[in-house]
């Protein structure tokens, strides 16, 4: 893998309010995994609504993030944007970080302000690089869809006890479960 034995991975998904990625669209909310692939289990670590008033957001992008599985409540209460990057930055610091398709999460997103954290985290090849093909994301933006497929594809029992919750740390939780089914495996 790359780290050393023991030491834990950190699996991040995110819900955006578009496809296109910074400075167009914006991170809504953010969930954090910490995996011990060694030990085959995960414990989440991490979860934040970004703070804005939804009309400000506007239908359009609002309805992307929907159907991503955001719910869009959430945001009314949520915490600022500065904030919930501080303390990602902080959680991830120095450690190993991955997603399922690091594109999306990291290309678009969490190498660019207000994320940043180009030279303070080690970033792991994605989760889905070792999937079929049919399980991997054509289009970073297929990401959920592609996480929810390849974990029902893979468990039928639900062990990420996710249930029906689609938010962005039950997409963690689901691509944690799968890396450690991956490595099980023998494959990551």
């Not at 979860?47 to 991503?68: M, S, T, W």
């Not at 289009?139 to 689609?166: H, Q, S, T």
Request: proline share 5%.
């Amino acid at each position: 893998m790359g780290a050393d034995m023991g030491d834990k991975i950190y699996v991040v998904e995110t819900i955006s309010d578009g496809s296109e990625g910074f400075p167009y669209d914006e991170i809504l909310s953010i969930g954090v995994c910490a995996v011990d692939l060694d030990a085959g289990d995960f414990e989440s670590v991490y979860d934040a609504y970004i703070q804005v008033e939804p009309k400000y957001v506007g239908k359009p992008k609002l309805d992307y993030a929907e159907k991503q599985g955001l719910e869009v409540a959430q945001l009314y209460n949520g915490t600022p944007l500065e904030l919930v990057a501080k303390d990602f930055r902080a959680i991830v610091k120095d450690k190993f970080v991955t997603s399922y398709d690091i594109r999306q999460e990291f290309t678009k997103y969490l190498t660019n302000d207000p994320w940043d954290i180009t030279f303070e985290s080690h970033i792991m090849p994605s989760i889905s690089s070792r999937q079929p093909i049919s399980l991997r994301c054509k289009y970073p933006e297929e990401e959920p869809e592609i996480i929810r497929k390849a974990y029902r594809r893979m468990f039928k029992n639900d062990p990420a006890n996710v249930g029906r919750d689609r938010s962005a740390l039950a997409l963690a939780q689901m691509a944690s479960q799968i890396a450690i089914e991956l490595r099980s495996r023998g494959k990551y």
